[in-house]
């Protein structure tokens, strides 16, 4: 057993019973003979391991056939380039919400390729809130509107999923794009309100190093911007089953694994309920204190990532200190923000949760 609590808003912590599989599947999987980062990426045995997490997560998220899985590298980072890439097609703007740290470089990223509409943000509260779906104006002619729906940083995440049909300017029609690396698999949601999701494993479902990008197959029918490198054009990962290169096969292996332990759990809506009642340990410990403050407002706060300030901040050390040397790990908050942040993700125990909410109870007492 973990001797530690692992609080990393990523890489994050993963369920200790796939790490022990890994481990006794690391030089021989399945009587291969092999270990999974030995393998061929076109042979049979892990031609295998790619078809079932595959199949897994389409089983987990209820995804159907006219959507496109694809396991790709450069994280969500190289997304926020591909998604403008791939999807602007003969258009000039595309429309995103500014809700924080993460869609502040999508946004960036994606001004080098077209003109971006901010549709809503949410900086007049300091991005401690999303932007109401009242707020949102849609540009006229967007190629397709993107958000975040959890912010890591600011511990903002979006309890509703946008439609876009009620919003002044928006259409069904109207590509819906999500990086959700964040909260991805925490909870369940629908595919079909999308048109492009994607997310970075390392939160939720596997190792730094994958990205899943869940395609809708009528936007790979999009041409690319002129000069787009190959690797850099969805239609042809789609094409070749995510195989035109060289994947990154040991983290597929691992979220196979982790799709595996998500569905023996009961699914998306086991731990969705298990996720919530993490949240509500803390949220409530930090509702009932004059000691701690969550700046975020209580309707916007985040399932997966919760900062948190102390009264005085001359005392973020010592509480650090203290609680690492409980085994409670990278509470750190982010630079940018400071104070505490816990993240929570699918793979944190109830129990790692408890043994926090049971030191910060202790520290207010011994230090309020």
């Not at 969500?76 to 919400?97: C, E, I, R, T, W």
């Not at 809708?216 to 490198?229: A, F, M, N, V």
């Not at 409980?326 to 944190?348: D, E, F, T």
Request: net charge negative; glycine share 8%.
């Amino acid at each position: 057993m973990r001797k530690i609590f692992n609080f990393s808003a990523g890489p994050a912590v993963l369920p200790e019973v796939v790490l022990q599989q890994a481990r006794e599947e690391m030089l021989d999987w399945h009587g291969s003979g092999m270990s999974v980062m030995e393998m061929s990426h076109r042979g049979k045995e892990f031609m295998t391991i790619a078809q079932q997490t595959e199949q897994d997560l389409r089983d987990l998220a209820n995804i159907p056939d006219h959507y496109k899985v694809l396991f790709l590298q450069g994280g969500a980072s190289g997304q926020f380039a591909m998604v403008p890439m791939n999807l602007l097609g003969n258009k000039k703007h595309a429309d995103y919400v500014h809700t924080g740290q993460w869609s502040e470089k999508a946004i960036a990223e994606a001004s080098s390729y077209c003109q971006v509409h901010i549709a809503a943000s949410a900086e007049k509260s300091a991005f401690n809130s999303v932007p109401a779906i009242d707020q949102w104006q849609i540009s006229q002619d967007t190629a397709y509107v993107h958000y975040t729906p959890n912010e890591t940083i600011g511990g903002v995440e979006f309890q509703w999923t946008p439609d876009l049909s009620m919003i002044a300017g928006g259409s069904s029609d109207i590509p819906l794009v999500a990086d959700m690396s964040s909260d991805f698999l925490s909870r369940p949601f629908d595919i079909n309100k999308f048109g492009l999701i994607y997310a970075g494993a390392q939160k939720n479902v596997g190792p730094a190093g994958l990205v899943i990008v869940i395609v809708r197959e009528d936007l790979l029918r999009i041409d690319p911007l002129s000069g787009t490198p190959t690797m850099y054009r969805y239609k042809t990962h789609a094409k070749n089953d995510s195989m035109y290169n060289t994947p990154p096969t040991y983290a597929i292996y691992i979220m196979g694994l982790v799709m595996r332990w998500l569905k023996q759990l009961g699914g998306l809506s086991a731990i969705e309920q298990r996720n919530l009642t993490k949240a509500k340990l803390i949220y409530d410990l930090i509702d009932a204190s004059q000691f701690y403050r969550c700046p975020v407002v209580t309707p916007d706060r985040s399932r997966m990532n919760i900062p948190f300030t102390l009264v005085d901040a001359a005392l973020d050390s010592i509480f650090l200190q203290q609680a690492e040397a409980r085994g409670l790990i990278q509470l750190k908050g982010h630079r940018s923000v400071g104070g505490m942040r816990a993240s929570i993700y699918n793979a944190m125990p109830v129990e790692g949760v408890q043994t926090l909410v049971t030191f910060m109870q202790e520290f207010e007492k011994n230090h309020a």
